[in-house]
């Protein structure tokens, strides 16, 4: 089982950034997922959350209207697509199956 993260990198603040998760090893249609994120010093945060066929999504404050979390069952493939982004968004961005299954994680940097 494997959930192999993509997409991070360096952005100017109000730049845009679209991460992707590949899931392996499971049968991901059954798999409800989210996206954390975790900044050096804090703890870890959930960002978004989607369930296996796409009914429902949920968002923290901080990124709601800014962020959008989608998903192809078809690809085994969870998406963050990130608007709008402010420094405070810099962080290590995870994706997560829910019973457990982590991926690496990818770095995303909003600077000027």
């Known amino acids: 089982v494997q959930l192999v993260e993509s997409g991070g990198g360096l952005v100017q603040p109000g730049g845009s950034l679209r991460l992707s998760c590949a899931a392996s090893?499971?049968?991901?249609?059954?798999?409800?997922m989210r996206w954390y994120r975790q900044s050096p010093g804090k703890e870890r945060e959930l960002v978004a959350s989607?369930?296996?066929?796409?009914?429902?999504?949920n968002y923290a404050d901080s990124v709601q209207g800014r962020f959008t979390i989608s998903r192809d069952n078809a690809k085994n493939t969870v998406y963050l697509q990130m608007n709008s982004l402010k420094p405070e968004d810099t962080a290590v961005y995870y994706c997560?199956?829910?019973?457990?299954?982590w991926g690496q994680g990818t770095q995303v940097t909003v600077s000027s």
């Open positions: 997560y199956a829910r019973g457990g299954i």
């Open positions: 090893g499971l049968t991901f249609s059954r798999y409800d």
């Open positions: 989607i369930s296996s066929r796409s009914s429902s999504t």
